[in-house]
């Protein structure tokens, strides 16, 4: 497609459940970013791929959270052993510029993952 | 540390009226400033940016925005509001002193403001 894919756009785990999350970008973008988004937050960074290599993982709150990208496109980001304060809205963005540095993201839909 | 505050949760105007969704920032170096908007549904948008140059910015949906440096404030303005501009706005600032391992294209977004155009 021609924009930035997310899925699933909704969902539901039990607490201690693991989670993965997907982001296809568009094709050709170098950069992949994940950002986390709380109700009434803006979206605050987990982590950036340029290509296959995580370059910034400053954002991950724990060593639950785990991100990849092992070709260079699609990305996952797995979340194990979920708690309620993960409850949020995962977005993926992509740029064409190494490091994004444009500025100018072209963010997906979300996932929403509500920990119950 | 970069930080962007917009000190309004909620902005109403009514349609054909100006627009004013306010942010200020706080960064170490030079700003680099983005507005974004998200509408219902839909993923973050990208609106305009500010680098360097002109201070008022033109962008998206007939959307600008005015850098002031004395003031730290870079506000999102509209001469004239519609109804389909009703949604969410945020306003980034981009890191330009990473920390050690930190990312130069990481974006730093304010809380949002809901902006509600009614007829």
């Known amino acids: 497609g021609a924009g930035v894919s997310q899925s699933p756009r909704y969902k539901v785990a039990k607490r201690g459940q693991d989670v993965a999350l997907r982001c296809d970008p568009i094709?050709?973008?170098?950069?992949l970013f994940w950002y986390q988004q709380a109700l009434g937050q803006g979206p605050e960074f987990l982590t950036y791929?340029?290509?296959?290599?995580?370059?910034?993982k400053s954002g991950l709150p724990s060593d639950r959270f785990f991100a990849e990208r092992p070709e260079g496109s699609v990305s996952t980001l797995k979340i194990q052993r979920t708690q309620q304060e993960d409850s949020a809205v995962y977005l993926c963005?992509?740029?064409?510029?190494?490091?994004?540095?444009?500025?100018?993201?072209?963010f997906g839909e979300g996932s929403r993952l509500t920990v119950l | 540390a970069q930080s962007v505050a917009q000190p309004e949760d909620q902005v109403n105007v009514a349609e054909g009226n100006p627009l004013t969704v306010k942010c200020t920032y706080s960064?170490?170096?030079?700003?680099?400033l983005f507005w974004y908007v998200q509408y219902p549904n839909r993923g973050l948008q990208f609106l305009l940016k500010y680098i360097t140059g002109d201070n008022l910015v033109k962008g998206s949906y007939g959307f600008e925005a005015e850098f002031n440096k004395s003031q730290t404030s870079f506000h999102l303005k509209k001469p004239s509001a519609l109804v389909s501009d009703s949604a969410l706005y945020f306003c980034a600032v981009r890191d330009v002193r990473p920390d050690r391992g930190s990312t130069l294209g990481r974006l730093y977004f304010g809380r949002g403001t809901q902006l509600t155009v009614w007829p």
């Open positions: 960064v170490s170096g030079n700003p680099y």
């Open positions: 963005a992509s740029s064409l510029t190494p490091g994004g540095i444009t500025g100018e993201l072209f």
């Open positions: 791929f340029q290509n296959e290599a995580q370059l910034d």
């Open positions: 094709s050709g973008h170098v950069s």
